[in-house]
């Protein structure tokens, strides 16, 4: 039977209604949530810093506040997060958000083309304009920093107190009095992890701090300009005077094989006087089963009391700089498709107001958002004082390209081992400084 075109359309009215029609009380199904992918540096190899915050309490209170937001967190070792994430962000893709440095590890993103501008959002009216500087390029802003960082020693307060050292040492001479005290008395003076390289930072900068920089306050920009080389600067000063501490049996041996956690353990059980670092150990030096749990050793996180101050890299009578810089933030993937997604999460996290801003200042509570400011930490006073005195230097791979504080650190990991020297890192580390220009 031919159909007429009037009929054709009557029937295709009615099978369009019929198929749209839903039955009484039907439930309409949920749109899928948005997935927003997170990537974070800090787990090393031996598996210490899975942070508690950045892969549960983070996605689990965003889920709670936005239902239709489904956050994914990854966390990578530093040397392996870098690179993955460099490969996934030229090739136009990489997580939504993520953290990163400040400063020249900024720029070179910025610059780049990979990161959300973010100058004029009301979510920067949480931080001061301090905060917002290591994350600030030609006046633009493109991150969200957690604060301060201080780089120093973390020490045993009683162990010294024991052996005569009542108060902190003032200079590098004193400094390595303290370190024969303590070994001549059977104590491990200091146990630092060498199996990650970037943990070898951590004494190095310090010690830069009132090297390099008293001197020549703008070294790093004329290395950047091509004026300057560190194979004719005082690193090799800083390089001597680290190795010195391995080579004299100050550093606990074995700590090429040594990691994060079972250094940290080692001093949170009194086995070590000191250990190198930085505030941001300040949960797993002080509390070693990290915040929010209950169970600690009984041996470990009351059983001393630590300070942090710091590594004193000065001659005698010269001013003692410190080691501080912006710490890490993060931000945002120019190419993301979720940017309203990403926002309303962030800016729950800074709302002073919400659940998760309270789980992100008891993670981050040891950061300082100014210079100088009382942090209410017992561990910190003492250095927050001398921010207040003394002059302070960011930490020198804040001003490096990519590449640079790892020819470093590998190197200075090669020399541990018998290869190389100290004129071999700094020809690495030059060869990488030119590579990036």
Partial sequence: MRIRPARLSLLLALVVASSCAQPPGAVQPKPDPVMLKYMHMGVASDGRDHNRYVMQAFPRLVGERYPEILV?????????YTKSLLMQLSAGEGPDFFEWWPMRQLEELAR????????????????????LEGFTLDGRVYGLPKGFGMMGAWYNKDLLRQHGYRDWPRDWSSFLELC???????????????????????????????????????????????????????????????????????????SLETGAAQAAAWFNEGRAAMIFGGNWDYDSLTVPEGPGLDSAPDNSADSFERGFMPLPGNAPGEPLFLSVGPAGGTVINKNTRNLPEVLDALAYQF???????????????????????????????????????????AFSNQAWPVGVAEALCAGFQDWL?????????????????????
């Fill in 112 to 131: 780049a083309g990979y990161l959300q501008d973010l100058t004029g959002m009301d979510i920067l009216q949480a931080f001061s304009p301090e905060a």
């Fill in 417 to 437: 081992a018998g290869e190389g020297d100290a004129d071999a890192i700094l020809a690495a580390m030059d060869r990488e400084l030119l590579r990036a220009r």
């Fill in 180 to 254: 024969e005290t303590l070994k001549r008395e059977g104590i491990a003076p200091i146990v630092m992890p060498g199996k990650d390289w970037w943990l070898l930072q951590f004494g190095l900068y310090p010690l830069a701090a009132s090297v390099v920089y008293p001197e020549d306050p703008d070294f790093d920009r004329r290395l950047l300009a091509g004026t300057a080389t560190f194979a004719e600067s005082k690193w090799r000063d800083v390089l001597h005077m680290y190795k010195l501490l391995f080579d004299r049996g100050y550093v606990a041996a074995g």
């Fill in 72 to 80: 994914k967190t990854e966390m990578l070792p530093e040397d392996a």
């Fill in 351 to 393: 709302d002073p107001a919400s659940p998760l801003h309270s789980e992100f200042k008891r993670q981050y509570r040891a950061f300082p958002m100014s210079p100088g400011e009382d942090l209410g930490i017992a561990e910190f006073s003492g250095y927050t004082d001398l921010l207040r005195s003394n002059r302070s230097v």
